[in-house]
């Protein structure tokens, strides 16, 4: 039987990049794919590549949220699995601390901390009805070393870490496994803007050197979604080839 066969997982964020690796490796170990995506034309297409359905969702919106998980509950009528991966992460870095927007730190906290936790909040009902949800948060290792220039997403992703811990010990008694995942850079299309001494830095400071792509943390992703992932609920996994150890 494959990994997440008979489960019923929803993605947010998969249309592209990292989301629809994750979605991809879903599908492959057997799950039935909810993909959820403000990019409404990316995501449908997504989604019939995968026989996934698609959903519209925007993150900084609580009606559109609460009207995502609804429908989810009308459709699919359970959920096993929910990836939060939808995040404001391209277009932020560069300012130093001090020369951040206001609107820009506001926007990237609703989206990225208050977005996770009233999905995780919207979804968990379902979760906890079939009996074996399973969370995992998309954070990052730029929260664990402390990246520089990238202030409001380090702060979100750390913020995603710290929530990641108390909803484990929330919605353990629910039946409810929450974990998350701390990549490092990945070689995509959303990190073509970083300049390339800071993909070299990651890249040869690595234990095991050299480039990373989305689908090298969609394995670690289908594990933590699984029923025999509980065990480890609570627990932040730097998956970057050794470039932070915990």
């Known amino acids: 039987m494959s990994a997440l066969e008979g489960r019923i997982v929803l993605v947010t964020g998969g249309?592209?990049?990292?989301?629809?690796?994750?979605?991809?490796?879903?599908?492959?170990?057997?799950?039935?794919?909810?993909?959820?995506?403000?990019?409404?034309?990316?995501?449908?297409?997504?989604?019939?590549?995968?026989?996934?359905?698609?959903?519209?969702?925007?993150?900084a919106d609580p009606g559109s949220i609460a009207e995502a998980a609804a429908d989810i509950a009308r459709q699919e009528g359970a959920l096993h699995g929910l990836v939060n991966n939808a995040a404001i992460a391209t277009g932020i870095g560069g300012p130093e601390?001090?020369?951040?927007?206001?609107?820009?730190?506001?926007?990237?906290?609703?989206?990225?901390?208050?977005?996770?936790?009233?999905?995780?909040r919207a979804c968990a009902p379902m979760l906890a009805a079939s009996g074996s949800g399973r969370v995992v948060n998309l954070a990052s290792d730029t929260a664990l070393w402390g990246a520089p220039r990238l202030l409001a997403y380090v702060a979100s992703k750390g913020a995603v870490i710290a929530m990641t811990r108390s909803l484990a010990r929330e919605m353990g008694p629910r039946g409810i496994g929450v974990t998350a995942i701390a990549p490092g850079i990945l070689r995509n299309e959303a990190t073509a803007y970083v300049p390339p001494e800071r993909h070299q830095l990651y890249e040869k400071g690595r234990a095991a050197p050299?480039?990373?792509?989305?689908?090298?943390?969609?394995?670690?992703?289908?594990?933590?979604?699984?029923?025999g992932a509980l065990a480890v609920t609570g627990q932040v996994l730097p998956v970057n080839n050794g470039f932070v150890f915990t």
């Open 15 to 59: 249309a592209r990049g990292v989301g629809k690796a994750l979605a991809q490796a879903c599908h492959q170990a057997g799950a039935r794919l909810v993909i959820a995506d403000i990019l409404e034309d990316q995501g449908r297409a997504t989604a019939a590549e995968l026989q996934a359905r698609f959903i519209p969702l925007d993150l």
């Open 97 to 120: 601390f001090d020369a951040i927007e206001i609107d820009t730190w506001d926007r990237v906290m609703r989206v990225n901390v208050r977005g996770t936790w009233l999905m995780t």
């Open 210 to 227: 050299g480039a990373m792509l989305p689908e090298d943390i969609a394995p670690t992703v289908v594990f933590l979604l699984t029923q």
